[in-house]
């Protein structure tokens, strides 16, 4: 069974950019979350999707969006990109009927110059 | 607000056991987790532990949990080098359909041979 998937694994951009980050969830998962890895700052919740709708979010700025599709997967999208956008953003689905157990991606690294 | 705090480092040899603390605040927790992130990957469940249970072993893993303290620890028996990475320690809680994860930094374990 295949995992979390998530891409580009790697990703470059200038300040003032967008940057689009894509998640596919294990099969049968419907909820996605994003979360950001920035150095010394632990996971940073960014947005959950269930269904298809953003269920909850996190404390970041609008510029921070995505959505989730009807297959499931996900994107994430950040405009107007700043430097501290820089991290690791990882992406994780679950099922709706177990232990709330988490199944990560092994993230995008977007890196803003 | 809710919390989960960790220690930052921790450094042992190896064959030694290693123990990893976690605390939280959130007294509607009913799941705490332990993922464990390995450079450059994404976050892998390492086992978890039900609010109502004092302890889980699992081969090398031992958890206990306090709950009259909100203390959370992991213990690895025997750690070796491959067990060098971030330890997560994340409580779980959920308010109707809204199921929250709280996150601490993680605490980065290095293992000297």
């Known amino acids: 069974e295949a995992g979390v998937t998530q891409s580009p694994t790697h990703l470059i951009k200038t300040r003032g950019q967008q940057a689009t980050l894509r998640c596919s969830p294990i099969s049968g998962h419907t909820s996605v979350y994003w979360y950001q890895q920035a150095l010394g700052l632990g996971l940073q919740f960014l947005l959950w999707?269930?269904?298809?709708?953003?269920?909850n979010r996190g404390n970041f700025p609008p510029r921070f969006s995505g959505r989730q599709f009807p297959n499931y997967s996900s994107e994430l999208n950040v405009n107007a990109l700043e430097l501290e956008d820089s991290a690791l953003y990882l992406c994780?689905?679950?099922?709706?009927?177990?232990?709330?157990?988490?199944?990560f991606g092994e993230g995008s690294r977007l890196t803003v110059l | 607000g809710e919390d989960v705090e960790q220690s930052l480092f921790l450094s042992v040899r190896e064959g030694d056991s290693s123990v990893i603390n976690c605390t939280y605040t959130?007294?509607?927790?009913?799941?705490l987790y332990w993922y464990k992130q390995e450079p450059g990957a994404g976050l892998q469940l390492l086992t978890y532990i039900f609010s109502n249970m004092d302890m889980k072993q699992d081969q090398r893993l031992t958890v206990l949990l306090n709950k009259k303290d909100k203390h959370l620890s992991l213990r690895i028996a025997d750690t070796q080098t491959g067990d060098s990475a971030i330890y997560f320690c994340a409580e779980g809680s959920r308010a109707g359909n809204n199921r929250k994860l709280i996150w601490g930094l993680g605490t980065s374990l290095a293992v000297n041979p």
């Open positions: 999707y269930d269904e298809g709708e953003e269920r």
């Open positions: 959130d007294s509607s927790s009913t799941y």
């Open positions: 994780a689905s679950r099922t709706r009927v177990n232990t709330g157990e988490l199944f």
